[in-house]
């Protein structure tokens, strides 16, 4: 079905791979095509409980864009790119109702680090390097890197990274609240999985609901506690939320439907 990406759905966990190691799984139309395609998977399939996007091979999880697709482009193209990019793809990954999470090994840069950043939140291997190195070309992000940097890492750190193209290692990107691991690469889809089991277990809407309240905080055009109020009160309205309580009350463990 795809020919840029790989896809695998086990235990209600759906694990995209962007699949061209040989070019460091750089971001081209194809990807960003057949990425949106996967996430529109995510939304539509009743069998995805949450996602793992990641990169083939030990070098890169995605090493930037296709650099050889801009030089034909003027001001309106670059602004095209930038716009299809983030309503196919990025900001579609942020606002998904169900975990999109990034299992970072090697390069992410540029594309890659703004990837990344788009997901719920993400781990990285020992050996994954971040940063924004669109300077070095005479740009900057395109794909909400500005945005998403400045709301993760603060905005000293983010001007400076921005700016100055400097790449952060794992430990780096873990302490600046980049990343929320570091382990070993062997140990990275395993760690990212148990996570994400552990999450599957919870009632679907009401981490739905905690996904969207939460991106409120950033959204100037929503009021979050408003939004945290408006998800509240409609969780009462949930099959969930009745087994949730009862379940507590009768001391056992509750058994959710996504209803």
Known sequence: ???TILTDLENGIFTITIN???KLNALNKDVITELSAAIDEVYSNPEIKSAIISGAGPKAFVAGAD???FLALDANGGKELAQK????VFTKIENAPKPIVAAV???ALGGGCELAMACHFRLASENAKFGQPEVNLGLIPGY???QRLTQLVGKGRAMEMLMSANIIDANTALQYGLVNYVVPAEELLNKTKSILEHINSKAPLA???????ANAVFDETRNGYQTEIDAFGECFDTDDMKEGTTAFLEKRKPTFSGK
């Open 144 to 146: 909400g890197g500005t």
């Open 67 to 69: 650099i050889s697709e």
């Open 1 to 3: 079905m795809y020919t």
């Open 207 to 213: 981490v739905a609901g905690c996904i969207k309240a």
């Open 20 to 22: 061209r190691p040989d």
């Open 105 to 107: 090994n090697g390069f």
């Open 85 to 88: 990019g983030q309503d196919m």
